[in-house]
Structure formats: C-alpha cells, structure tokens
C-alpha cells in the first residue's frame, strides 16, 4: 500500500472545499502519525478510522459529498449520510463515547477488539493532529515557566530527566533544548528513538546508561543544551538513577501510562514479549504494567524529595488501576488536573432522506 500523505496544491477531488479540507486533514494525521499500517496515529490505540474498510469508505464519501448532504462518523466508522442545507457542518462525529458506569479500560478493550470502536485519542480520530510539532510548545512553555519560578529564568546548566518519545512525548527533547537545558530521554522503543533523530527533535541516541549520563554530565558542566535519548524502561533506569544518587532537576514523564494493556511496557519485557503476552494473559500483562509505573513513580517522588522538580504532562499514570498495585503519595505533586468533558446538545432539523454509507 502506497504511504497516506495529505494533499497539497490547489487540485479540488471532492465536490467542495469544505470536502476537500476534511479530506486533507484526515491525509495530514495518518501522514503525522506513528504507524499508518495500524492507522494508528499516536499513543497506541489512537486511531484516525475504525479500520481500513472505514477509512476507504469516509475517503470516498468524501469526494462524493454534496454540499447539501453531511456524514455520520461513530467512533471511525462511517455510519450514513443525512440531506442537511449548504451552511451545516459537512461531517459529524462522535468518537469513544460510553455511559460512564460502563467506561471502563475492560469493556474499551473489549469493544475496541470486536471492531465496534475507536478509542484512545482525543484528535487522532476527529482528523486534529499535528504531530509532535503540535505539542512543542506547550511542554517548551511547561519547561520555560519551572525556568523563571525556580531557576533565574534559564535552564543552562540544568538537568531534565524524561521518559515517552512517541508522538506526544517526541517533542521532549526538542523543548528542552529551546529551553536551553540538557534532557535526558528515556524509551523503550529504539524505533521511536530513531524517528526522533531522523526528524531533528533529538540529537543522540545510546542502549548504555553510563555513556548518556557521561553526555549529561559534560552538556551540563558547559552549560549547553544537549538532547539524548535512552534505550531503556523507566522502570528500571528511574530507580537505578536514584541507587546512584544521580539527581535530576527536573522530573518528568510522557509515556502512555494511561494504557495498562497496549501503552506502557513493564520491566522486563521487551516490545515482542509484551504483544505476546497481551494475547495469552493480558490480566498478567496489566499487573505488571501497574507495578512498574509503580516503581517509577516511586522513584519520582523520592528525586522530588531530594529537590528535584516533578511535573506530569498529558498522563494519567493509570491511575484507574493504582490502587490494586499501590497506595501513593500523589497529592503533594500532581499539581494540576486536567479532565476532559464534553457536554454538548445539536438539533437540526433535515430537509429530508438518510442513507447509509456503502462499506
């Protein structure tokens, strides 16, 4: 299959450039997303369609869309097609909605592996994605805010201990070094470390603990911005960091801790051992994945404790499943609780006829 890339230039395939805009911008995500084979987009189940006979179908209709007509997308399925007026939207969506008593990792899973949803991700499935260029700088203003409360206004000399580089925590290493300081990265990944390099958010790449902290050391000897990233498991590299007594600055953590089963990748697994095991015992895989973010967090509280900065940014730890695995002290530094709602009524009144959409 030919790789998905947006469209660019004035050439119209659909009816309309409101068709045409949609149609761009679902290109744009898969372009900038982390593994199109899967449509996946970033995270690990953030997807821009249900699957490829989803994804076929919204092209098409796309290009065939009146001006008059809007789509019905659920949850990256295209559902049909309502005869609405030239002014309402062209497309409406509505993507990994539940009743709350039953939205639960479990029963996500479930539905997400019948083929009956998409879930994971805020702006994979509604086509809003950017790539990690999107979140730059946010965790550059993050990193430049800890700068002027608690550092003289710079981060030269300053040591940022990270861990995530997938396509939300990609932008670490690039804003640290806008920022000035040196910032250690930790992934499981070599692929995602990889990416990085190739697209100029981070600088070097090492399997070897002692050669990236020789790097650190001598960045932040100098004063200079150094960008590395780590072949590890923070689960294992945060608390031999703290066996040292290696200290960090600043403490952080962008990995998909929110996903027990396809995101974070316990201690001890490598990537191939963990898909395995998410077929033969996922329950297993799920603990596990809860003691190590458990022993991670351990460790960022103890940095914090000798004076180091923590700071989480977009993750929930997967703190639905904490507290079988462990009673924290997370209060005295998870500083800010975002929470997304969304609580919205539409009333349209259509000039008639509904179709479905062919798949």
């Known amino acids: 299959m030919a790789e998905i890339t947006a469209a660019r230039g004035t050439e119209l395939r659909c009816k309309g450039w409101r068709q045409e805009a949609l149609l761009r911008m679902l290109e744009n995500v898969l372009e900038n997303g982390e593994n199109q084979k899967e449509l996946t987009v970033y995270a690990a189940l953030a997807k821009a369609a249900r699957n490829w006979g989803s994804y076929h179908a919204i092209v098409d209709t796309l290009k065939n869309l009146e001006e008059d007509e809007t789509l019905v997308i659920q949850s990256g399925k295209p559902i049909g097609i309502m005869r609405t007026h030239k002014y309402a939207p062209i497309v409406i969506m509505a993507n990994c909605n539940m009743v709350g008593k039953w939205a639960t990792s479990d029963q996500f899973y479930k539905f997400q592996e019948q083929g009956l949803i998409v879930?994971?991700?805020?702006?994979?499935?509604?086509?809003?994605?950017?790539?990690?260029?999107?979140?730059?700088?946010?965790?550059?203003?993050?990193?430049?805010?800890?700068?002027?409360?608690?550092?003289?206004?710079?981060?030269?000399?300053?040591?940022?201990?990270?861990?995530?580089?997938?396509?939300?925590?990609?932008?670490?290493?690039?804003?640290?070094?806008?920022?000035?300081?040196?910032?250690?990265?930790?992934?499981?990944?070599?692929?995602?470390?990889?990416?990085?390099?190739?697209?100029?958010?981070?600088?070097?790449?090492?399997?070897?603990?002692?050669?990236?902290?020789?790097?650190?050391?001598?960045?932040?000897?100098?004063?200079?911005?150094?960008?590395?990233?780590?072949?590890?498991?923070?689960?294992?590299?945060?608390?031999?960091?703290?066996?040292?007594?290696?200290?960090?600055?600043?403490?952080?953590?962008?990995?998909?801790?929110h996903d027990l089963l396809y995101g974070y990748i316990p201690a001890g697994y490598t990537l191939e051992q963990a898909a395995e095991q998410r077929q033969l015992n996922p329950t297993q895989l799920q603990q596990d994945a809860g003691e190590s973010i458990a022993r991670e967090v351990t460790a960022m509280l103890a940095f914090q404790e000798r004076g180091a900065l923590c700071s989480i940014t977009a993750i929930t730890f997967g703190l639905r499943r904490f507290s079988t695995v462990w009673t924290m002290r997370l209060t005295s530094w998870y500083s800010q609780r975002v929470s997304y709602g969304l609580c919205s009524r539409a009333r349209s009144v259509l000039s008639g006829g509904w179709r479905l959409v062919a798949m």
């Open 119 to 257: 879930w994971g991700g805020l702006t994979a499935a509604a086509w809003q994605y950017i790539g990690s260029q999107g979140v730059i700088q946010g965790t550059y203003e993050i990193f430049q805010s800890i700068a002027r409360m608690h550092f003289d206004g710079q981060l030269a000399g300053r040591f940022i201990l990270t861990a995530g580089l997938g396509g939300m925590g990609g932008a670490q290493p690039l804003a640290g070094t806008m920022a000035g300081a040196a910032i250690l990265c930790v992934e499981v990944s070599e692929a995602r470390v990889d990416k990085r390099i190739e697209v100029g958010y981070l600088q070097r790449k090492t399997a070897d603990l002692d050669e990236a902290l020789a790097w650190i050391e001598d960045a932040v000897s100098r004063k200079e911005s150094l960008s590395v990233g780590l072949i590890g498991n923070a689960a294992e590299i945060y608390p031999e960091l703290l066996r040292r007594e290696i200290q960090p600055d600043i403490v952080t953590d962008q990995t998909s801790a």
